[in-house]
C-alpha cells in the first residue's frame, strides 16, 4: 500500500452495507474483502470508513463481478503537500486535449486550514497557468477530475466504473438452485447470489430423458456463474423416476400430470440436497405464467413436495426482462445452446392440479414402479 509518495490504488465503493448496523457492518466488509481477495489473489486491501482501497494486481473486469461494490474508481494517490504537482502530473498522463473545458470537485475528510472550495480555486487556477487553452466549466466539463482528501492523503480520479451491486456473495449463507441450463434458472441463481447467498447448483438429468447436449448445456452455463461464486460446488443427479412414470402413465389420461410429478420430484431431490449440505432453501427459476407447470395452482402444488423455503426470484419478471438480465449476466448464449428436449412433456400438460389428487398419484406410481418419494 502507497505511503507518502505517489501512487496508483483503487477507491471500491459500497452501498448497502453502509446502512447496517455496527456489528453487521463489520462482518459484511470482512466477507466483501475475503471475496475481493478470492478473484483478485495478488491485490492488497485496506478498510477505511464506507471505503475499501485495494492495490497491486487489480483486474476490472474481475472487480465488476464481486457482489457488494457499488463502483470502483482507479486513482492516483499522494500526500497533501504534493497535491498540486501530482494534479498537472495527472493531467498531462490521463489527457491528451490541449484545449478543454475542465472542473475540479473536492470532497474533504478530516480537520484542514482550507475549505473545499479555497483548496478547489487554487488547484484551478495553477491548472489554469500550466494549461493556457483550458477553460473552467463546473455543470458540463470535458474533463472532471475528483479528488478525495483525507486528512494528510489526497486522491484523485476521473473514471467511475460500475459495479454490480447487491450484498456480499456468503453473508445470507447457501441455497440449492434447481439449475436446468435454460435461461431462467442460471438467471434466478444469479440474483439470490447477489442478494447474498452462495449458491449449490443441482442439474438432475432425467436418464434417458435428457442427453449429452443438456450436460453440455449446463456446463457452460456454470463457466459464467463461476466467474461470480469461483468455487460453486455442483451436483448432477442421475434419476429415472420421470422415464418410469412416462412409461406406466403412457395410455393413461393422468399422463398431463407428467411435468408436476416431475418437478416435485426435483424439488425432493433438492431437499435431500440441501439438507445434506445445510443449505437453507431451494431456488427455482419458475416465472409466472410460463410453459408447463408455472400456474399459480401448479406452483402450489410443487411448493407442497417439500417442507423447505422455495425461493423463485423470476415470479414476476417477464421473459423478455429476463432475457435482457440473462445477457447481462453472460448467462444468456451458453443457455441458448441446443440441448435435447425433454421427452416427457405431454401434449397437453395439466395447468389446474388438485393436490390431493397428485399426492394419491404419488402414491400409486410409487407402488406400482417401487419408488421411495
Ligand atoms: P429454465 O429456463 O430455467 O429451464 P423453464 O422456464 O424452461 O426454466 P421449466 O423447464 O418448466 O421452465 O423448469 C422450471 C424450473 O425447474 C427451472 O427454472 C429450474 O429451476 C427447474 N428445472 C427444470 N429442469 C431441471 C433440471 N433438469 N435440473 C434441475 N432443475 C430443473
Ligand atoms: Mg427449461
Redesign the pocket.
Known sequence: MTDGTIGKIWLVRYGEIALKSPPVRKTWEAKLISNIQMVLPRSDSRREHGRIWLSGEVDPAMLARVFGIVSFSPCWTCDLKELKDTLLQYIAESFSAKKATFGLRIRRIGHHQFTSQECATQLGSAVLQCYPDFSVNLTNPDILIMIEIRENRCYLFYQIFPGVGGIPLGVEGALV??????????V?AWLMMKRGCRIIP?????TPL?GES?RDRIHAVLDVLRRYQPDIDFHIIEDRYVAQIQETLRTSHDKKYV?LLC?RR?YRLAEKVARNLGAKGI?????MG?????TLDNLAVLHEATTMPVYRPLIGLDKTEIIDLARRIGTYEP?ILSSNC?GAVPQKPATKADPGKIRKLEDRLASVIGYDM
Open positions: 438452485v434447481l439449475l436446468s441450463g435454460g435461461i431462467d434458472s442460471a434466478a443441482v442439474f438432475i438429468d432425467m435428457l443438456a411435468c418437478k426435483m431456488v427455482t427459476g419458475e416465472s410460463q410453459v408447463a407447470s408455472q443457455s425433454c
